[in-house]
């Protein structure tokens, strides 16, 4: 299975705005959940946003809803993650991940399990003035 590969991370001042990407292939899209997931230094990885195969939910840690979009553009096989309203806080390695749970209606932010089995390297947001 190819692995995603994210794009479009940066370092912003807060109150910006990143529109992070995560490319993968038409199968995964079309077959399994995927999600949005962050580490930052010393902290343990976190879950933030997921959605599932086909697209029809869409999951949101706490600390992010009103301020994250998941999305998905068929076309272009990608999940794209729209971050407005960046804070320090949100400074982080962003990855994204697939749940090879075929044709899952829902989608976790945990990795229970290690149901997440496909991990992108990785984009580095960074938040500062």
């Known amino acids: 299975q190819l692995r995603p590969v994210e794009s479009g991370g940066g370092l912003v001042q807060p109150g910006g705005s990143l529109k992070l990407s995560c490319a993968t292939s038409?199968?995964?899209?079309?077959?399994?959940?995927v999600g949005w997931f962050r580490q930052a230094p010393g902290k343990e990885r976190e879950g933030v946003s997921c959605?599932?195969?086909?697209?029809?939910?869409?999951n949101y840690a706490d600390a992010v809803k009103g301020r994250f979009t998941i999305s998905r553009d068929n076309a272009k096989n990608t999940i794209y993650l729209q971050i407005t309203n960046l804070t320090p806080g949100d400074t982080a390695v962003y990855h994204c991940a697939v749940d090879r749970t075929p044709f899952s209606p829902t989608c976790t932010l945990t990795n229970a399990n290690g149901r997440y089995s496909d991990w992108g390297q990785g984009t580095q947001v960074t938040v500062s003035s």
């Open positions: 038409r199968d995964t899209l079309r077959r399994y959940p």
């Open positions: 959605i599932s195969a086909g697209g029809t939910t869409t």
